[in-house]
């Protein structure tokens, strides 16, 4: 089981700049790609990034590459989303999440985190 906590809760104005961050408890965080997906109101759930298990390896949603970057700290259990040049189209609850997989689709994740708000104002 693992236990995910996002943070980084933050109202931005275009163009600024937010870094998420989320911490993970329990079983082995480094054995685990993780995940940043994204969800706006009324919209499905959709892929932001995800970074394989060594921080090797990562993949970014056509919307955000070049924007967005994410990275993992295994000594701290932590992976990270970098957010520049943000958008109001970014406004939307963002989650971590967990998987054996290195993948972008939300159905391969087993396990999420309880969401955080990103809104970026125009």
């Known amino acids: 089981q693992v236990q995910l906590v996002e943070s980084g809760v933050g109202l931005v104005q275009a163009g600024g700049s937010l870094r998420l961050s989320c911490a993970a408890f329990?079983?082995?965080?480094?054995?685990?790609?993780m995940g940043w997906f994204r969800q706006a109101p009324g919209k499905e759930r959709e892929f932001v990034a995800v970074i394989n298990w060594s921080g090797a390896g990562t993949y970014y949603a056509a919307s955000v590459k070049g924007r967005f970057t994410i990275s993992r700290d295994n000594a701290k259990n932590t992976v990270y989303l970098q957010m520049n040049s943000l958008k109001p189209e970014d406004t939307a609850v963002y989650y971590c999440a967990a998987s054996g997989s290195y993948s972008s689709s939300p159905s391969q994740y087993n396990y999420w985190g309880q969401g955080t708000q990103v809104t970026v104002s125009s």
């Open positions: 329990g079983r082995t965080f480094s054995s685990y790609a």
